[in-house]
């Protein structure tokens, strides 16, 4: 399904979206595959209960052996039967900066990944195509950098204290002022961990009685902030504005189950960039919804700010729309400013009934000094406040890289899904058995990939992820996609049954539109 | 012989068929006739059936109006206006303008400032940059994170530790990693928020016990067992945790663990212990509240803590069996779904237990110190101290309430900024009111810190004595 949306003059921009269907041999096969690998996996369980084979998981204690079981033995049926065997394309360890190339720790496992050793060897400059480093901010040396080591040596790491106790630095205040000219809202508010932002304040916006609509597929932040909130949750179809809208009508025309009563609120939550799907949400058109139904929004830019748009604003700045629709915009630090923490910024009421009401601001210790000092710095950078264009130069790199690295892959018929304008590039696998086979041959190109899998996945579509970088070069893309050429060709990767007409090499244009498909 | 028998069998049935009555193959008919037509008409849904028209859809849409956003906050609410610290929150912190003695961060063996810990986590940022860029499973996992983790399970005498980027989420991820829907958790009533924000997450059936009362918690026990034996299959797989803190945060006293090992084999229930106060404060070698009362550890099925007190860092860790810890490297989900702990603070973290291990005497020193405070609060005139004798954050509650909680707060908050314009830096114990389970009364709280010296500590008992009379007058 290919969507290229102008939809009545709310979309400044072509907004287009691709999600190629599975071949159904593609899709006959894997399953398959899971199939064969669950057979062997009772067959391994049943040589292992009968002790034929030897079991290497830990167990539990000999005092303790009439104690209820602590996991299910088929819970973790999918950990030991088929995790296991691929497990090496996971929790790689790095030991460098996380920039555009990385250093890896060399590790090999005897026993089929029950256990891993480290030879001791690193495995140098391998490119970097797993970090979430948009803007190439992760570096170990220059402005952002002195200006941490510098508030480090001043304030120490730690802070020892909560928000509303004694752990309000001035340099959190200047973090907030800051974050908030940057969005362009009233004022906003840090923390210091993404994810606890998300399960931490949705919970103090809405309570039972309010009604949360979420997308499909949402992050497990968001999904555990909407849980804990006691309100009522329900689910739209991804990125459907049909969807949405029948049930923001039903919500209001009925009520509440049973009782009928009006709901209190009704909240939205949407993500900017959807990690697994590298789809873009429809932001016009949940503005209009909004509107017209008077709900709130809840727009969780954690991929997306630094990201999109020609200043890296985010998604709001994408689509040419007023921060003041948002009603509550939320991001992390995490992936474009390389550092940790999240934000909310919108009208000064929010902010201030947050500072009284979240639940991180009462009991969780506040952002370490470092980090916020990292964010300042490279928050000026990106705006431009440092004195230097280098902030605009990397969103402007940043976009250039995605529409040629995802150019370059769909002419080598590969299924690519999401919007051609982000930065995550998922890349479909399909089959279990390819999911280790293509991180362990990228991986021995010298290439650092990211594959994902069932359950962050539906079971068949399983992907490997790309993020790129502003930080990477043009030569660097070129490597990789020469390697991933070659092992979309070793590994029969290349699904794709539409052929695109390649265009001419061009530098990067505002008009560029989409080449025109058979 | 097998087709002549299934023939015969044919025969029969038709043969029955002619003879059966008139009235009762009509009646079969019926029913068949009835079952086609259920198997083929459309699911009967009980919202669909709706007798409104499309124009009074829309009249509904157009009148509901939803409450606002946020409810206004009142200017003067205690919880908005946050204290403003220039500088580094160390022994003397600058609190809005005035230089003060800290005795309000939880900085137990005084590793904020340390020389040592700041070139540690100097080096770290040269090397590694600041953020980490990813969680554990995609390229965050730093050689930094692997040896704060072997470094921690060895000083625990433990086989495993994993790490946490946030003291909040640790143990709020690892209590909903294990129990689910249908298990049993029984939890102390002054067990904080974190914790129960782990237990709501959980969806488990909590049984609150009274405050450190092993006879309430044996009770509940007791009945959970004659519950268990009118259902013996639901019991064999419903498993039950005790979750207790080593020293508590919103009361200053320490749990009754050998009591707690007896009922956990009596009556076959796991124990997770937070230990986020009392880790580096109670034991001879700061290990906690397990060498304090000289317990072997694998008695305890997990201990969760955080790297923000005594550590001076930021984070929290669990350790315990590979067992029971390596699960939540799948299913923590603080841990699988959140950036990784930024390396620098790790070094300090590593730097920090260094500096546990090679000075073992702080510890002695800090109790001391707590026991010398604790003494020089008693006798103040309208305030009460709760908490442990070597506990280093100690609570300072109101011995008789002055009619409302709001006046309580007012009436604590004049005393805070008695001592802060005097040179004391104290905060009041913030808690969401409308949250909590079990709201703790009103309190001021006093940290205790290695820094502090004995000139120091006597000023601020004198201070508290002098606000709380020139307050109450």
């Known amino acids: ?518 | 012989a097998a087709g002549v028998g299934q023939q015969w069998v044919l025969v029969e049935m038709v043969q029955a068929f002619y003879e059966a009555p008139a009235y009762h193959l009509i009646l079969e008919g019926i029913l068949i006739l009835w079952i086609i037509r259920l198997l083929f008409s459309k699911t009967y849904k009980l919202q669909e059936r709706s007798d409104l028209t499309l124009k009074e859809k829309e009249e509904l849409i157009e009148e509901w109006q939803p409450e606002p956003l946020v409810p206004p906050v009142p200017k003067d609410h205690p919880a908005l206006n946050y204290n403003i610290v220039s500088g580094p929150p160390t022994h003397i912190i600058t609190v809005n303008g005035k230089e003060c003695v800290n005795f309000a961060s939880f900085n137990f063996l005084g590793l904020l400032n340390n020389e040592k810990v700041k070139s540690a986590a100097q080096a770290s940022l040269k090397k590694y940059g600041v953020g980490t860029c990813g969680p554990r499973g995609f390229y965050g996992t730093f050689d930094v994170h692997l040896e704060l983790e072997e470094r921690l399970a060895k000083f625990m005498r433990t086989e495993e530790a994993i790490i946490y980027s946030y003291g909040f989420a640790t143990i709020a991820s690892a209590i909903p990693a294990y129990s689910k829907r249908g298990d049993i958790v029984f939890v102390d009533e002054a067990a904080c928020f974190a914790i129960q924000k782990g237990l709501q997450a959980s969806r488990s059936n909590i049984k609150l016990f009274k405050h450190n009362d092993m006879a309430d918690l044996e009770r509940l026990l007791k009945e959970q067992e004659t519950e268990d034996q009118k259902n013996p299959r639901k019991a064999r797989v419903t498993r039950r945790f005790i979750v207790v803190e080593g020293l508590y945060m919103n009361t200053g006293d320490i749990c009754p663990l050998p009591e707690l090992i007896k009922l956990k084999y009596k009556y076959k229930v796991r124990i997770f212990l937070e230990e986020s106060l009392s880790f580096g404060v109670l034991g001879e070698h700061g290990r906690g509240i397990t060498e304090h009362f000289g317990i072997n550890i694998d008695d305890i099925d997990l201990i969760s803590a955080n790297m923000e007190n005594s550590l001076a860092s930021i984070g929290g860790f669990c350790c315990g069996r590979s067992f029971i810890i390596d699960h939540q490297r799948l299913s923590g989900q603080g841990y699988c779904f959140s950036a990784s702990l930024p390396p620098l603070l790790a070094a300090a973290a590593i730097e920090a237990l260094n500096i546990m291990e090679d000075n073992p005497d702080i510890f002695q020193t800090l109790r001391a110190k707590c026991e010398r405070i604790h003494k020089a609060l008693q006798g103040i005139s309208g305030l009460k101290v709760v908490g442990e004798s070597f506990s280093p954050a100690l609570h300072l509650q109101l011995e008789e309430s002055c009619g409302s909680r709001e006046n309580d707060v007012k009436f604590l908050k004049r005393v805070v900024d008695y001592c802060m314009n005097s040179g004391i830096a104290l905060t009041q114990a913030r808690y969401l009111e409308k949250e909590e389970k079990c709201l703790p009364p009103p309190s001021i709280r006093v940290v205790v810190t290695v820094e502090q010296t004995e000139q120091e500590l006597d000023k601020a008992a004198s201070l508290l004595k002098e606000a709380a009379q020139s307050v109450l007058n």
């Open chain 1, 1 to 518: 399904i290919n969507h290229i949306v102008h939809n009545g003059g709310l979309y400044k921009r072509p907004f287009n979206e691709a999600f190629e269907e599975t071949p159904m041999l593609v899709a006959v096969l894997t399953y398959v595959g899971y199939g064969v690998l669950t057979l062997f996996g009772y067959l391994r369980d049943f040589m292992r209960q009968w002790k034929i084979e030897k079991c290497q998981n830990a167990t539990e204690r000999e005092e303790q052996k009439d104690f209820v079981p602590l996991y299910q033995d088929f819970e973790n049926f999918y950990n030991r039967n088929l995790y296991m065997r691929i497990r090496d394309s996971w929790n790689r360890p790095i030991c460098s900066v996380p920039g555009a190339k990385v250093d890896m720790m060399e590790r090999v496992s005897h026993d089929y990944n029950w256990t891993f050793t480290y030879t001791g060897r690193v495995i140098k400059d391998i490119i970097n195509m797993g970090s979430y480093n948009y803007l190439g901010f992760a570096q170990k040396a220059g402005t952002c950098q002195e200006a941490a080591a510098k508030v480090l040596s001043q304030y120490g790491a730690g802070v020892c204290s909560t928000r509303q106790e004694m752990g309000n630095l001035d340099k959190h205040e200047e973090l907030e002022k800051l974050v908030a000219r940057f969005l362009g809202v009233e004022s906003a508010m840090a923390y210091g961990m993404g994810f606890a932002t998300n399960s931490m304040n949705i919970p103090a916006l809405v309570g039972k009685g309010c009604l949360i609509l979420s997308d499909e597929l949402n992050h497990a932040s968001l999904v555990l902030g909407a849980r804990l909130s006691g309100a009522t949750i329900r689910i739209f179809k991804h990125n459907n504005m049909q969807s949405l809208e029948k049930l923001l009508k039903d919500a209001i025309v009925h009520g509440q189950p049973r009782t009928r009563r009006p709901w209190k609120k009704i909240l939205i939550l949407v993500e900017g960039i959807y990690s697994m799907e590298g789809s873009i949400v429809r932001l016009p058109e949940v503005i209009a919804l909004k509107k017209k139904y008077k709900s709130y929004l809840y727009l969780d830019e954690a991929h997306s700010i630094g990201a999109l748009g020609p200043s890296g604003r985010g998604v709001v700045e994408y689509f040419g729309l007023s921060p003041e629709d948002v009603d509550v915009m939320m991001g992390t630090f995490t992936k474009s400013f390389g550092a940790a923490g999240g934000y909310i910024g919108g009208k000064k009421e929010l902010i201030d009934y947050l500072r009284t009401y979240s639940h991180s601001a009462a009991y969780a210790t506040s952002m370490s000094p470092p980090v916020v000092e990292q964010i300042i710095t490279s928050v000026k950078c990106i705006m431009g406040e440092d004195g230097t264009t280098v902030g605009e130069a990397r969103v402007q790199q940043l976009a250039e890289n995605t529409r040629y690295f995802r150019r370059r892959l769909k002419e080598m018929g590969f299924i690519i899904y999401g919007n051609e304008d982000s930065p995550v590039v998922p890349l479909m696998l399909y089959m279990p058995a390819k999911i280790g086979a293509f991180g362990r041959e990228m991986l021995k190109r010298n290439i650092g990939v990211v594959v994902v899998g069932f359950p962050a996945t539906p079971i068949i579509e399983s992907r490997a992820r790309f993020c790129l970088s502003a930080a990477h070069t043009k030569e660097m893309l070129d490597t990789a996609l020469k390697e991933i050429n070659e092992v979309g060709d070793l590994l029969q990767l290349k699904y794709s049954r539409r052929r695109l007409v390649p265009l001419l090499d061009r530098p990067f244009d505002e008009t560029t539109y989409e080449e025109t498909e058979d």
